[in-house]
């Protein structure tokens, strides 16, 4: 341990730094590269999944809207279950639960 109280291995020095492969977990460049090139899509994919499901929830919003306005309840329980369906259909077991959490998301913005 050092005066610190943490151990030797845990400092790092200012001159050190960090690189591709250890950022990625990677044991070769070629692979840290691979590694970097597919988390930069997925990046990308996952904020045009953000806006769709931002999007989703206004469509919702404005379904809720409609809904109340004529009298009728907020949620449609049958339409949920139509939801979670075509949800486990597509992507099974986890599809379920990604979709309860979409309908959570979508639920009580009126």
């Known amino acids: 341990m050092s005066e610190t109280g943490t151990p030797p291995t845990a400092a790092r020095s200012p001159d050190m730094t960090v690189t591709t492969a250890d950022k990625t977990g990677a044991r070769t460049s070629e692979a840290a590269d691979v590694i970097t090139g597919a988390r930069e899509r997925i990046d990308s994919l ?22 109340i306005t004529s009298g009728g309840r907020r949620v449609n329980l049958s339409r949920e279950m139509e ?16 979709a309860m959490t979409l309908l959570e998301l979508c639920r009580g913005r009126v």
Not at 46 to 67: C, F, K, P, T, Y
Not at 83 to 98: F, I, Q
Request: hydrophobic share 45%.
């Open 83 to 98: 939801v979670l369906d075509h949800y486990r259909e597509a992507l099974g077991k986890p599809g379920t639960a990604l």
């Open 46 to 67: 996952d904020d045009r999944i953000i806006g769709l499901i931002q999007e989703r929830m206004a469509v919702s919003a404005v379904i809720q809207e409609a809904r």
